[in-house]
Structure formats: structure tokens, C-alpha cells
């Protein structure tokens, strides 16, 4: 194939025919700038798609900080509401500490009333004081940990007390009977000389309940001369009952017995002329009169 190219000079029109070598620059040329176009292309393209995802990076940042938000605000509005079941616990722990001083006359030396950490944030939303929150709950487990300390210690006085109250002895041996013998001198009834009697005689119906006057430990349940079947109990402080003529013993020795509790059943054992008991109290070792522990009021 060959180009013909008609060229106007001063001359006239000239005739040139170039040779297949000179067709080569324009195809060149073409090819150049599409390979161009097809840089520009891929390049172009390349960076729109690291666009698209640090776009989409930052869009993933944003749901995962807005899930860790309010995953956060759920965990917080959580916390508070535990916080206020803790103080409203707290209440009813100091309330009741209180009511206790008060029944037990500890209320001057048991002072449940004193502050302690309250509040906290009134929504749950975005407004929440963590660093407040806190120190609410500081406030809290202090108060919590003085409730504790203080009920611990009223149990303990509260619990010696009432091992005091149950210890007083008062009241009668007998759930039925009448005095039938008081204490001190008296014509023996058997030898009709008068004698010391170092007891008061409680008589009534054979096999009626005979009950401790006071809590303590039995140290004696048996026979022993002049009494019969015999319960003497031990309540401390250098005093202790004696319960004689007794036809059955409801204790052994070592038992430990409550303020009204059972300990034998009435009877005629022993130096005896009827179903009564013989009902004795001893200070240190010796007999003294019941009389006002039979008649003053329980502790």
C-alpha cells in the first residue's frame, strides 16, 4: 500500500510518496496514549478503591465505637441499679440494727442513724459521672462494712444478755402447785424437834412438770440422802438451784437447760411425806433463802 501526499509550494503542487516506515510513528503515537489512558485508568481505579475501604474502615470503627458506647451505658445503668439495691439493703440493715438497739436500751451506744453514701445519677444516660458513681459506691461498702461491725458487735452483747436474762433465776419450780414450806426454822415432820429448813416446798400433784428456774448446767441428776432423786443446776456467778424429791429426772449431768424447761417430774423419793419438790438456792456453796428469787420479777 502507498500514501500519495500533495504538498502546496511557491512552485506549484509537489507529489510525495513517503515509504512504509514513516506510517509507523502515528500508529506509535496512538498506542502511547492508550497505554496512557489505561495507566490513568488502573491507577484511578486503584485509589478509589483504597478510598472505598478506608471509607468502609472508618464506617466499621464507627458501629463498633457506637456498640462499645452502648454496651458501656447499659453496663453503667446496671451498676447503679445494683448500687441502689445496695443502699436500699443498707436501709433496712441499719433499720433493723436500730429497732435491736433500741429493744436491748444499746441505742446510745449503737448509733445506726449516721449518714453514708447515697445518690447517684437519676438516668442512665450519657450524663453518668463514672468518677461520682464511684465514689457513691466507696461511701456504700464503707457504711456497709460499719453496719456489719456494728451488728456483729450488738449480736454480741445482745447474745450475752440474753445468756444473762436466762441465767437470772426467778419464778417458781412448779407449773402447778402451792408453798407448802418456807424457809427457816420449822418442826421437822418426822421428829417434830424444831429444825432449820433450808429450803421452801412446793407441793402438788404427783408427776407434775418440775422446770429449771433459771438456764444453766446440770451438775448433779441422781440420788442423794435426805433429797431423793435429786437435779441441781449450775448457773453461774456462784449460784445454783437444787430441785429434791423428785419421782423422775427428765436431765443427766452435763445438760445444758433453758429458763422453763423441764427437769423432772414431781414426787415423794427420798425424806418425804407427799408429792412436793424441795426447792433450794445456793449461793457459793451455801443455802440461802429463795424467797426473793421465787417472787421478783423474771430479768
Given amino acids: 500500500m502507498s500514501v500519495t501526499v500533495f504538498i502546496q509550494g511557491r512552485n506549484g503542487v509537489t507529489r510525495w510518496q513517503p515509504g512504509k516506515r514513516w506510517l509507523l510513528l502515528p500508529m506509535l503515537l496512538i498506542a502511547a496514549g492508550a497505554g496512557l489512558y489505561q495507566y490513568n485508568q488502573d491507577r484511578f481505579e486503584s485509589q478509589q478503591a483504597s478510598v472505598d475501604s478506608e471509607r468502609q474502615a472508618r464506617e466499621e470503627q464507627q458501629r463498633q465505637v457506637k456498640q462499645l458506647k452502648s454496651a458501656t451505658e447499659n453496663q453503667l445503668a446496671t451498676l447503679v441499679s445494683h448500687v441502689a439495691k445496695m443502699q436500699a439493703k443498707l436501709t433496712r440493715l441499719e433499720a433493723l440494727g436500730q429497732q435491736l438497739a433500741q429493744n436491748y436500751q444499746l441505742d446510745e451506744q449503737f448509733d445506726f442513724t449516721a449518714e453514708v453514701g447515697v445518690g447517684g445519677p437519676s438516668d442512665f444516660g450519657s450524663t453518668i459521672e463514672l468518677n461520682q458513681l464511684l465514689d457513691d459506691m466507696e461511701q456504700l461498702a464503707a457504711g456497709i462494712d460499719k453496719g456489719n461491725a456494728q451488728l456483729s458487735l450488738l449480736e454480741t452483747v445482745a447474745s450475752n444478755l440474753n445468756i444473762e436474762q436466762e441465767r437470772y433465776i426467778s419464778g417458781r419450780p412448779v407449773s402447778n402447785g402451792w408453798l407448802s414450806s418456807p424457809y427457816g426454822l420449822r418442826n421437822d415432820p ?76 414431781m414426787g415423794s423419793t427420798g425424806r418425804s411425806t407427799g408429792p412436793h419438790v424441795h426447792y433450794e438456792v445456793l449461793r457459793n456453796g451455801q443455802q440461802i433463802d429463795p424467797k426473793k428469787f421465787v417472787y421478783r420479777n423474771a430479768g
Wanted: proline share 0%; aromatic share 8%.
Fill in 190 to 265: 418426822f421428829s417434830g424437834h424444831r429444825a432449820m429448813h433450808k429450803g421452801v416446798d412446793f407441793a402438788g400433784s404427783e408427776g407434775a412438770d418440775v422446770v429449771a428456774t433459771g438456764a444453766g448446767v446440770v451438775t448433779w441428776a441422781g440420788t442423794m440422802f435426805g433429797y431423793g432423786n435429786l437435779v441441781e443446776i449450775d448457773h453461774g456467778n456462784g449460784l445454783r438451784t437444787r430441785y429434791g424429791h423428785n419421782e423422775m429426772l427428765s436431765v443427766a449431768v452435763g445438760d445444758v437447760v433453758a429458763k422453763g424447761e423441764k427437769i423432772a417430774s
